[in-house]
């Protein structure tokens, strides 16, 4: 889902040598669609946002303004995404400049007090640890230090599972803003697919697969639960084994239907 094609190179010229810079570009390369609204823009570039590819994004970005990826970009040439985009883009410039890098599918704890919003980050590996870091928000005042959160500020799907499991949140509290779609199914979907961001396949935050649909309904019992347990705990370690073959575990995989 990150690769960056051969054709695309010239766009990636001079790339930062540093993670925080390089995750510091991308807040000059996305736009979230209700920002776009205001500006105007043309109601077909709204397609944008069900990218899933980071060479599509990168093509698209290109299409719009032929500049290396290293020229901000005014909004209105900036590509039309979510969270998702900016944090896939972050990890896939890493990923290219050869940084280790994971994008992670959770929930910000800073966007309004007392809820866990859906939310996507990024992580690279610098002095042997990997650093947390929301590229979205960089350059804002949400959270005291964007590039580097402190713990709690973001929770993984499966953190959010754990934390839920142990009594230590209210699983109603957390969700999609401006959605009724609040709950332990919100979390549970959200752990699959920081499952599946670990083995690389960065998916949509609306994509759905496997139990997913089910869960949201309410339809899965308490083997599906444990079955998160499982997730919460593989996602949680650095067994990057452990990640993939649970991964290719029935039900976990993405299909190929949803895949570019």
């Known amino acids: 889902?990150?690769?960056?094609?051969a054709t695309h190179a010239a766009g990636l010229d001079d790339l930062p040598a540093t993670g925080f810079e390089i995750c510091n570009l991308v807040r000059h390369l996305?736009?979230?669609p209700h920002d776009a609204q205001k500006l105007g823009i043309v109601e077909n570039r709204f397609a944008e946002n069900q990218?899933?590819?980071?060479?599509?994004?990168?093509?698209?970005?290109?299409a719009l303004n032929p500049a290396p990826l290293t020229v901000a970009r005014e909004p209105a040439q900036r590509v039309i995404g979510t969270c998702r985009h900016f944090a896939v883009l972050a990890g896939a410039l890493l990923r290219y400049r050869g940084i280790p890098a994971k994008v992670r599918c959770g929930f910000g704890t800073y966007f309004q007090a007392g809820k866990g919003l859906d939310h996507w980050v990024t992580e690279y590996r610098e002095n042997d640890r990997w650093v947390r870091i929301d590229p979205e928000t960089l350059g804002s005042s949400l959270v005291p230090n964007p590039g580097d959160l402190a713990e709690g500020e973001f929770l993984t799907?499966?953190?959010?599972w754990i934390a839920?499991?142990?009594g230590r949140i209210d699983a109603m509290q957390f969700g999609v803003p401006g959605t009724e779609n609040f709950g332990p199914g919100e979390i549970r979907g959200n752990a699959i697919r920081d499952l599946a961001c670990l083995n690389k396949v960065e998916m949509l935050p609306w994509d759905e697969w496997g139990r997913m649909t089910?869960?949201?309904q309410g339809k899965t019992g308490a083997d599906y639960d444990e079955l998160m347990d499982t997730i919460a705990t593989v996602c949680a370690g650095n067994d990057e084994d452990a990640a993939a073959n649970l991964y290719?575990?029935?039900?976990l995989t993405v299909p190929a239907s949803l895949l570019p």
């Not at 889902?1 to 094609?5: A, N």
């Open 51 to 62: 990218l899933r590819s980071t060479d599509s994004i990168v093509g698209a970005l290109l």
């Open 157 to 160: 799907g499966g953190e959010a």
């Open 1 to 5: 889902m990150t690769t960056i094609s």
């Open 214 to 216: 089910d869960s949201y």
């Open 30 to 32: 996305v736009i979230q």
């Open 164 to 166: 839920f499991r142990e």
């Open 248 to 251: 290719a575990a029935q039900d």
